[in-house]
């Protein structure tokens, strides 16, 4: 269309182009901030009430709220210093935010990496401020024996790090046991 031509409906087909690109963004912005506030506010309430205290007993042994500052990473992993992990949660984060964003109308996918992304949101808030990350949910699952290492006792974790794993889990499940059925092409239906 010539420039001096106006048409009416070229500025809703600007906000109809905008409104396109935040299609499926709502769930996936809830997952995250939800993750993030209940995250904090449960670690704030575990530094509150375990601080200087033993471990607060819930189904004897088998559960326990523990306070306890983790350096490394995830599953009591050392790979480096806390900043190590401070600089790969901020390296990755942008990546994890754009694939949530890229698939956001497929919600098997961007719902778990929402999760995922409000987890390493929720343990980076704890790395930029107090250089660690907070811990206090002590499980007692079974023992390991892996290859030599013995795992007497589960990690201690916190809510975003079950979010993160259950995430994974998920992902995992669904690479390898969902497949999406292929819609027949016009040519190869039969009438």
Not at 45 to 50: F, M, P, R, S
Not at 84 to 98: Q, T
Not at 143 to 169: H, K, Q, Y
Request: glycine content about 6%; overall charge positive.
């Amino acid at each position: 269309m010539p420039d001096y031509v106006s048409s009416a409906s070229q500025p809703k087909r600007k906000t109809k182009l905008a409104v396109n690109r935040l299609e499926g963004l709502l769930w996936p912005i809830i997952i995250v901030t939800g993750v993030v506030v209940i995250d904090q506010v449960t670690k704030y309430w575990a530094v509150t009430a375990l601080t200087g205290r033993p471990p607060l007993r819930m189904i004897g042994d088998l559960l326990m709220l523990t306070l306890v500052y983790n350096k490394g990473g995830a599953m009591g992993s050392n790979l480096g210093s806390s900043s190590y992990y401070l600089v790969v949660s901020i390296v990755v984060l942008p990546f994890l935010l754009y694939y949530v964003y890229h698939h956001r109308r497929e919600a098997s996918l961007a719902w778990p990496l929402a999760f995922i992304a409000g987890g390493a949101i929720g343990n980076l808030i704890d790395r930029i401020r107090l250089g660690q990350v907070t811990d206090f949910i002590d499980v007692d699952f079974f023992d390991m024996n892996l290859f030599g290492f013995r795992l007497e006792r589960w990690w201690t974790f916190n809510l975003a790090d079950a979010c993160i794993s259950v995430a994974i889990i998920f992902l995992l499940l669904r690479v390898l046991f969902w497949h999406r059925r292929k819609t027949p092409r016009p040519s190869e239906t039969t009438i």
